[in-house]
Nanobody, 128 residues
Framework: QVHLVESGGGLVQAGGSLRLSCTAS????????MGWFRQAPGKEREFVAS????????YYADSAKGRFTISRDNAKNTVYLQMNTLKPEDTAVYYC?????????????????????WGQGTLVTVSS
């Protein structure tokens, strides 16, 4: 099994930046596609971004394109989400996700219920 621990959440003003980190332990990190999801109060968990096993390819939700950047460092067993130009509507608990199957974290049909492994989440609050 892979155990995921997120960090880096907090309170930031609109227009500001945050970098989330997710460090994995357990099984071989590079065997997993990694992703980030978020869940705002009263809303369903939604996909934000994902990165392929090697880090060469990335995929973003429309809401994240141009503002967020996902990356990974397989030597450090860590995936990052750099979030810039944050908006109040970005306020949510952000979850790190891991899955060996590319299809579960890629494309227009991503269903969070198919994702194998989750972190505990980190809260991001963007004030207006």
């Amino acid at each position: 099994q892979v155990h995921l621990v997120e960090s880096g959440g907090g309170l930031v003003q609109a227009g500001g930046s945050l970098r989330l980190s997710c460090t994995a332990s357990g099984r071989t990190f590079s065997n997993f596609v990694m992703g980030w999801f978020r869940q705002a109060p009263g809303k369903e968990r939604e996909f934000v971004a994902s990165v392929s096993w090697s880090g060469d390819n990335t995929y973003y939700a429309d809401s994240a394109k141009g503002r967020f950047t996902i990356s990974r460092d397989n030597a450090k067993n860590t995936v990052y989400l750099q979030m810039n130009t944050l908006k109040p509507e970005d306020t949510a608990v952000y979850y790190c996700a891991a899955d060996p199957m590319l299809d579960h974290l890629w494309g227009s049909q991503i269903d969070y219920r198919s994702v194998e492994i989750w972190g505990q989440g980190t809260l991001v609050t963007v004030s207006s």
